[in-house]
């Protein structure tokens, strides 16, 4: 499918997917998204790790003191950060754990 226009929905179920399985997108794409190519799927969830690492950057250095953040800044990473906690329930869920720490390192 050309051009995929992903839901917030399908964004959490590939989170919880590849909390579940992995990097095996043949099996995701097959079990979750049979529309989509295996190189969609792969790399909208490189696009969300980078959209993830771009915020922790942010934050870190405007702890650090190496930047201000302006407000516009601040919602970004506010709901960046509020999806991906959103994903990770989604994932905690799906893998029968309510702790997020333990999806999060397995």
Known sequence: MLNHQWTEE???TLYAAVSFY???WVLIKEQYF????IGQVRQ???ALKKA???C?????????????INSDSVRYVFDTFSR???YL???SGLLGTTDIMETCVM
Do not use: F, R, W
């Not at 049979?34 to 190519?37: A, E, K, N």
């Not at 922790?56 to 201000?68: L, P, R, Y």
């Open 10 to 12: 399908e964004k959490q």
């Open 22 to 24: 992995g990097t095996k």
């Open 34 to 37: 049979p529309t989509c190519s």
């Open 44 to 46: 909208k969830y490189v």
């Open 52 to 54: 993830e690492a771009l």
């Open 56 to 68: 922790q950057k942010v934050i870190q250095d405007a702890i650090a003191g190496h930047t201000t």
């Open 84 to 86: 991906m906690l959103e």
């Open 89 to 91: 329930n989604k994932a």
